[in-house]
């Protein structure tokens, strides 16, 4: 039996994004393509709204009419008190949508404006799923972290490559001008290094391993990853799907896996030994017997300092250790080292 697609409600404050893309991407216009193909590989679109005054945007009300968005007219008459009302009317509709539409399962909010967060917030209270769609310089860093996802329309599959310009605070306009953006915080960053990869992979790992037990898979694990970070993407660090992102890690020794009870998801672990763990262990043990060599006794606070001054690429999240003290505690079970509590220096002795 098919597993039942999510059913999709879209709305776009036009203006936000339409601005944001010819003034944050080079003077590129906003093309709603690369916003489709992304949400019909999420499931099926049955309502798509865009709210604007289409009068400064001819051009783009043809392209949205050739993607069938049904285009919601907010005529700028009252300068900034118009924006509140286009800003209200898309958050009146989206929860009408979610308080009569039952059916519809996910919302997709494309601004990156902060003042709807509290619809965000408002259709996650409601069980519906939010995913968010804004320019990554244009959008407040208050936003992507209330949503279950949020894409940036620079990283999708069909947006050119633009060199993002710094966002610059605007002067307030005319009465009769076109809307300007609101001013915004500096552009969300995120770490897309491979290490940075590997380290949020082994402690998302580790922590579901901790609270839920038993045997992690692919699917939940990808969940998770959105969870922490709604802006996650296989894309950032270069893989095409989230199967590739996993197999690049097991190939390079941070995890392992193997066929699970469901088709195609695939059960995520720990690399064993030769995954660089014996050798971090082993790294420990070297430095702790250089230390009581050297000095009596060796306590535990401040160690991690000393390891890294031998490595400084050592983490013990790297590992799935949600701590260095976590990670000390593996090492001591394994015979690798030994350490005890002491009243006396009030803190660990430790030794090999």
Known sequence: MDVEEERIALFMDYENLAISAREDLGGMTFDFAPVADALAERGRVISRRAYGDWSFFDEDRRMLTRHHVELIEIPQKMGVI???????????????????????????????????????????????????????????????????????????????AITPKKPVRKQAPPVDAAPELDSVEEPVAADTSLEGLAKLVST????????????????????????????FSETNYGFRAFGELLRHLSQTGIIEMSEGTAKGDLEIDFASADSGEDAAFA??????????????????SGLKNQIRKRDNSFSEKNFGYSSFLQFMKAARTRGVIQFDWDDKVDDYIVGV
């Open 82 to 160: 118009r924006k509140n009302a286009a800003d209200i009317k898309m958050a009146v509709d989206a929860l009408e949508a979610a308080f009569e539409r039952t059916y519809i399962t996910t919302f997709v909010i494309c601004t990156g404006d902060s003042d709807f967060t509290p619809l965000v917030h408002k259709l996650r209270e409601l069980n519906k799923r939010v995913i968010g769609v804004g320019i990554r310089a244009s959008t407040s860093k208050l936003l992507p972290p209330s949503c279950d996802e949020f894409l940036f329309y620079d990283d999708l599959e069909g947006v050119e």
């Open 204 to 231: 998302t790992l580790g922590g579901l391993k901790r609270s839920a037990g038993g045997v992690v898979l692919g699917s939940q694990l990808k969940r998770t990853l959105l969870r922490k970070d709604p802006t």
């Open 283 to 300: 790294l420990v043990r070297d430095v702790i017997g250089d230390l009581t060599s050297n000095r009596s006794p060796t306590v535990l």
